[in-house]
Structure formats: structure tokens, C-alpha cells
């Protein structure tokens, strides 16, 4: 077998990353690569596979390139989209969580269509491990499901925690939760996070379930509170971003909640419903939450038809990807505000410094020619923008205060 890069691949592997084109696997591989594990990438996106064999990332992550391109010329990395070349390689990490149905609740058929793929390829001598959030009590579930062929790999469940865009950076600077359906399947899992991990946090299987659910809902939550103080302060008039700034000044108790904004992207609100669903829909604080920050550009569309005649008004958006200095858009509430807006304003223009697309305009057009901009991702590009006069800027995360402060220091 060789790789696409046109290199003679090793013999075996140490791990395979099912899903190893994407954003929770790629950096995960080349991590494991860089520490000298022999890893496999096994994805059904050949397209994203043949730019990462070339040496390059289909989306931003930070230092990526240059270790990906590291790891290939040291032929430790190599992808393949058969199923059958997981054989004999003693881990297999499934990057593969349980997404949310148009209600909501969890889908368990991304996580067994995948093991449907890999059964006969299984042998009780590899450690399957779970990588991305899931609903819980789906490490148990999936033991007995591939119990019920008749096999009995170890089984582990050790989430991702990095940030979107510094994975490979925090991969190996962050604690990783390691648990298994038996103490040999934890040991493995230990065994194989120690190589590349600052420190392993053991837990049982529901009990890491249910940490990462929290670590992402209570995120959730916290801008949701913040989201409320927001829309409340500019209901009555007043600059919400001079309140946070006095009430956080050399006050520590305060130091933790964050500044207002779109709260989205492929983890948050997902995580947030799934602990709602397992509740029997008795989490209403993360009910409570869902509803405010999907509200909120609903909120910035009707505080600006106070305001304005929208009708012959051309509003700018700045910033599409779901946070700053990344490309991702999945979920983005940037694109709920554009749908928003289009039925109200005459026009309406976007724009982005990650993201491209042939309907985006550069942000120096959007300037010029938008006389109502709401600056809706924080990318850092947008730190040192003027805004002409009688244009009216939304500014959500205080980039246009920040300056003037700077300006009046």
C-alpha cells in the first residue's frame, strides 16, 4: 500500500483514525504521528484525504501544515478510504459522535452505520475508542452492540476538549479523560493518551459521558447569561460593553463571564439538547439557554427596524465563520441573521477573512458600501477597521470600543 504522496507507507500501524479527515480527527492524527504512533486515516472524503496526503489542511488549524508535512516526510502518516486496512492495528479511534435530528434528540445511526463498516474487519485484540461527544450511556450501548456479532474489542470512550482552530496544540497541553467499558479497555486507553497528553483524568464510561455534555453546556449557558444582560441593557438604551467593563474592573468574582455574542457552531447547542433529551426535557436552564442565543439576531434585526427604515437600508455582516480567526461555518448564527435580514433590508452583504465564498464581498467593499454593519464574528483582522461617518456599527464584541478606548488612553 502506499500513501498519495507517493512514499513506500509502513508495514503496520499503530492507530487509525476513522473520520480522520475532520476537524475533531485530523488533529488527533497528526499529534499521534508527531509522537511517533504510526497512524492511519481512514475517511470516506477522498477530496479531503488527497489534500491532506499533499501536505495540507481543508480548514485552519493552527501549526498544522507544518507537522502535517512533517509527519508525511517521516512517512509515519498515512491515509486510506477501505474499510478492511483497520485490520490488525491495535487502535481504532472513531471520530464519530451522535449529532441531533430536526427534534433534537440524539441519532445513534452515525455511530453504528460507521461499526456496520468496520465489524469484520474487528478483532477482540483492538481497543475501539470514542473520540467525540456522544449521548450518554452510548459507550455501553456500542460494547453491547458489537457484542452482539459476536466480538469483543476493548472499548473506550476518551472525549476532545481543544478549542476549534489550536487542536494539535492542546492535544498534547490539556488533561484527557480516559475511560473503558473494563479496566483493560481504560489501561489501554491510558496507555495510548499517556504518549501524547499533558495528564490522564480517569473516569467511568457515563461519567466522562456526561463531563464533556457539562463542559460544553455550561459554556453554553454562561453566554447565554451574558446574551440576556446584553439584549436587556440595550433595551433600555445603555451600552452593555461600559457595564461589563466597570462591573469586571479589578473585581475578580466577575472575572468569568464572558462578553456577548453569537454562541453556535457544531458543539454547543448539540451537547446542550442532548443533555436536555436524556433529562426527559427537565433541563430547562438549557432549554432557557437554546432559546436566548438562537434569539439573539433575531433581537439585533428588531432593534434596528426601530431604529431604521430597513427597506432601503444596505446592512453589512462581518465575520460568517461560528468564531473568530477560523473558517468553520457549521451552525454559524451568522448565516440565521443574513436569512433574517434579507427579508427586511434592501440589501444585504457579507463577509469573511477565513471563509470563502463567491457570494462574499471583501470587508473593504462592505464599508464602503453598507451604511448599517454588525460585526458578528471578532476575527482579529476586524480589530483595526474604520467606520465612516453616519454609519451605524452593531458591535456585539466591543472591537469599536476597545479602539476608542485606546484612542482616548
Not at 472499548?155 to 478549542?163: G, L, N, Q, T
Not at 445603555?238 to 453569537?262: A, T
Request: proline share 5%; with cysteine.
Amino acid at each position: 500500500m502506499t500513501n498519495q504522496t507517493g512514499n513506500k507507507e509502513p508495514r503496520s500501524y499503530d492507530v487509525c483514525v476513522v473520520g480522520g479527515a475532520g476537524h475533531v480527527g485530523a488533529p488527533l492524527a497528526i499529534v499521534l504521528a508527531s509522537k511517533g504512533l504510526r497512524t492511519l486515516i481512514l475517511d470516506v472524503n477522498k477530496a479531503t484525504m488527497a489534500t491532506i496526503a499533499s501536505g495540507r489542511l481543508p480548514f485552519f488549524e493552527q501549526d498544522g501544515d507544518r507537522l502535517l508535512q512533517q509527519v508525511l516526510l517521516d512517512n509515519a502518516l498515512g491515509v486510506t478510504d477501505k474499510p478492511a486496512d483497520i485490520a490488525g492495528i491495535p487502535y481504532v479511534v472513531l471520530t464519530v459522535g451522535t449529532p441531533i435530528d430536526e427534534f433534537h434528540n440524539p441519532v445513534l445511526r452515525t455511530i453504528t452505520n460507521c461499526i456496520d463498516s468496520l465489524l469484520p474487519h474487528i478483532s477482540d485484540q483492538q481497543t475501539i475508542v470514542l473520540r467525540s461527544t456522544v449521548f450518554p450511556g452510548v459507550t455501553a450501548f456500542l460494547e453491547r452492540y458489537i457484542a452482539s456479532y459476536g466480538k469483543q474489542p476493548k472499548i473506550a470512550f476518551c472525549p476532545e476538549r481543544v478549542v476549534q482552530g489550536l487542536g494539535i496544540r492542546e492535544i498534547t497541553t490539556l488533561p484527557q479523560i480516559v475511560s473503558g467499558t473494563s479496566a483493560e479497555a481504560e489501561d489501554s486507553a491510558a496507555a495510548l493518551f499517556g504518549r501524547v497528553a499533558l495528564k490522564v483524568v480517569r473516569m467511568a464510561p457515563m461519567e466522562a459521558e456526561f463531563a464533556k455534555l457539562f463542559c460544553n453546556a455550561y459554556r453554553y449557558i454562561q453566554f447565554a447569561a451574558t446574551n440576556q444582560f446584553y439584549m436587556m441593557a440595550e433595551s433600555a438604551g445603555l451600552s452593555y460593553s461600559r457595564i461589563l467593563q466597570g462591573l469586571k474592573e479589578d473585581y475578580p468574582r466577575m472575572r468569568d463571564l464572558p462578553g456577548p455574542g453569537f454562541a453556535a457552531g457544531p458543539c454547543l447547542m448539540k451537547d446542550t439538547m442532548q443533555l436536555l433529551a436524556f433529562s426527559n426535557s427537565q433541563f430547562m436552564l438549557g432549554q432557557l439557554a437554546m432559546l436566548i442565543n438562537e434569539g439573539l439576531p433575531n433581537f439585533l434585526v428588531e432593534q434596528l427596524r426601530r431604529r431604521h427604515e430597513l427597506a432601503k437600508a444596505s446592512v453589512g455582516i462581518l465575520g460568517m465563520a461560528f468564531k473568530a480567526d477560523i473558517d468553520d461555518i457549521r451552525d454559524s448564527l451568522s448565516y440565521k441573521l443574513r436569512k433574517i435580514l434579507a427579508f427586511h433590508a434592501a440589501t444585504v452583504l457579507c463577509s469573511d477573512e477565513f471563509v470563502h465564498d463567491d457570494s462574499f464581498v471583501s470587508k473593504e467593499k462592505l464599508l464602503s458600501s453598507c451604511n448599517i454593519i454588525i460585526v458578528a464574528v471578532p476575527h482579529s483582522a476586524y480589530a483595526d477597521l474604520s467606520f465612516g461617518e453616519g454609519i451605524e456599527v452593531v458591535d456585539l464584541w466591543g472591537i469599536t470600543s476597545k479602539k476608542k478606548d485606546a484612542a482616548l488612553a
